[in-house]
Nanobody, 129 residues
Framework: QVQLVESGGGSVQAGGSLRLSCVVS????????MGWFRQTPGKEREESEF??????????DYADFVKGRFTISRDNAKTTVYLQMNSLKPEDTAVYYC????????????????????WGQGTQVTVSS
């Protein structure tokens, strides 16, 4: 069973930064597409917003609302994916999840949460104005 464990969430003021980490217990981590999603109150996890994703070879995609502010990266040797979040806004407040997609051996990045096979437990990010 693949396990994903997020860390790095917390409370910051607007304009601040946080770095989320997600450690994946999977020896074939380098064959996974990794994504970050966020869930706001009242929505199911399947309705989570795509934030960013990265393929096994480092191809990246971002939601428009985070472009220029967030950066996704991965360290295959550490089986870890990161999300560096800068210039945070109150509307970024949410529970952030990392997720893994094992289809296509890590080569095709999709933004739909239903495409992802494994999810972490989530980490709360709260941004105050």
């Amino acid at each position: 069973q693949v396990q994903l464990v997020e860390s790095g969430g917390g409370s910051v003021q607007a304009g601040g930064s946080l770095r989320l980490s997600c450690v994946v217990s999977e020896r074939t981590f380098d064959k996974l597409v990794m994504g970050w999603f966020r869930q706001t109150p009242g929505k199911e996890r399947e309705e989570s917003e795509f934030v960013a994703g990265i393929t096994s070879s480092g191809g990246k995609d971002y939601a428009d609302f985070v472009k220029g502010r967030f950066t996704i990266s991965r360290d295959n040797a550490k089986t870890t994916v990161y999300l560096q979040m800068n210039s945070l806004k109150p509307e970024d407040t949410a529970v952030y999840y990392c997720a893994a997609d094992q289809a296509f051996r890590g080569t095709v990045l999709v933004s739909s949460p239903t495409a992802y096979d494994y999810w972490g437990q989530g980490t709360q990010v709260t941004v105050s104005s």
